[in-house]
């Protein structure tokens, strides 16, 4: 689809409209991406349908979409990782809500292991791995023996943290696991009323270290030296007094700066939950991490419908941020974040002095005209993942749109 068949937005600052690709009135959700050969190949994954596509973006102005790879039935895949030619998908159960049949089982859980090396275009499966349970959620995998998964496991309430060896992706196997004290089903520890523990993912692993996002459970650091026998560092806990159900949604540290960047998930419409927040974390002493400073809450632009983000309806607060886990094909900047904001679009911020985060460019797309999905219930823009390439150019997904291709001018 040409730029020119891109709907207009509804404001932006300091960011361009590049090109624009209706996905085939699939919506995506995570993306994920590898350079191959000069080439530039994104990897979605879809709400409302299961599967996933693979466009060429070696022209931003110009995605081709090349391909579309229809998954198991009544499953979600929503999480997509992509390093040294092994692309790993996420299987998971509907939760209520989100499909047509929550009640049945899904297809399949766990996780598809493909080769995208041989031909980019065309994943090859590899092997399916399985939870033993509801599947998982938000992975990482960054390439190298291991991949740790936000993973349902029998016994257990809620994802937890599990590591595969996958140095064979045809004969994964599970090195070693990882969870709170609350989410054993033994009954010696009670989850107080309202919490929600689990590893909602992803781990972000580095220097022999994991950061959890663990939802009310919050940022939990883990020493993985001994991959066989990860043990706890710290524990942060955000709930209450901020954050929705999924109070640590994200956790991303970037250690020659000593802090981590950590966000909630708006969940409810119109802002009917705790204060959603983004923050940054001094993790110098790692076994005192300490909120440092908040970042500033999106302001409608001039000429707005509404006085606040809140009352135009859909979801409004932090959700997903740009992950470079460093892979090279992806933008590796420390002075800045790029944040998804639902109906506040995207968000870039300056956090070149982390003491005082700074917003510097923003892009919210127009609303969609036709309802793709069944959320949100009032159809606004969600705009949902985001993704840098080293080239500068933005990635962007929404629940009822097809895909954004941005550049920021600053």
């Known amino acids: 689809m040409a730029i020119s068949q891109a709907p207009e937005a509804i404001a932006s600052k300091n960011i361009d409209l590049v090109g624009y690709n209706d996905l085939k009135d699939r919506p995506a959700f995570k993306i994920a991406m590898q350079e191959v050969n000069g080439r530039f190949y994104l990897y979605l994954s879809h709400f409302w349908v299961s599967g996933w596509s693979v466009l060429d973006v070696t022209e931003p102005d110009k995605p081709e979409y090349l391909n579309f790879i229809e998954g198991p039935d009544n499953t979600w895949t ?24 929550p009640d049945d089982p899904p297809e399949a859980e766990g996780i598809f292991i493909w080769d995208v090396s041989t031909d980019p275009t065309m994943p090859k499966l590899l092997s399916h791995w399985e939870t033993g349970s509801d599947g998982t959620h938000r992975n990482f995998y960054n390439g190298g023996k291991y991949a740790h998964l936000s993973a349902c496991c029998p016994g257990y309430n809620g994802q937890i943290y599990r590591i595969l060896d996958v140095s064979d992706p045809s004969s994964p196997k599970e090195v070693s696991k990882f969870s709170l004290p609350e989410q054993k089903e033994d009954g010696k520890e009670e989850l107080q009323e309202g919490l929600r523990i689990f590893q909602h993912g992803p781990a972000h692993a580095e220097n022999g270290r994991a950061y959890l996002p663990y939802a009310r459970g919050g940022m939990v650091v883990v020493n993985i030296e001994d991959i066989q026998n990860p043990k706890i560092v ?92 460093g892979l090279e094909c992806l933008e590796q900047k420390e002075d800045r974040i790029y944040l998804t904001y639902f109906n506040a679009g995207l968000r870039i ?30 159809l606004v823009t969600q705009s949902e993942d985001v993704l840098v390439d080293r080239r500068g150019y933005i990635y962007v997904t929404d629940k009822n749109h097809g895909l954004h291709i941005l550049k920021c001018s600053i």
């Open 78 to 101: 929503l999480q997509v990782q992509v390093a040294e030619g092994i692309l790993i998908t996420s299987l998971e159960k509907i939760p209520p809500g989100w499909g047509t049949r």
């Open 234 to 325: 710290s524990r942060l806990n955000i709930y209450p007094p901020l954050g929705s159900a999924i109070a640590v949604h994200t956790v991303y540290p970037y250690f020659s700066k000593g802090f981590a960047i950590a966000n909630s998930e708006a969940l409810k419409e119109k802002c009917d939950e705790p204060l959603n927040y983004t923050a940054i974390i001094d993790i110098s002493d790692e076994t005192n991490p300490r909120l440092k400073s908040l970042f500033p809450v999106p302001e409608p632009p001039k000429g707005y419908t509404h006085k606040n983000f809140c009352e135009r309806g859909g979801r409004f607060g932090p959700h997903n941020q740009h992950h470079a886990q």
């Open 349 to 378: 911020y300056d956090i070149s002095d982390p003491d005082l985060p700074k917003e510097i460019a923003y892009y919210i797309p127009s609303d969609p005209t036709k309802r793709l999905g069944l959320l949100p219930e009032t």
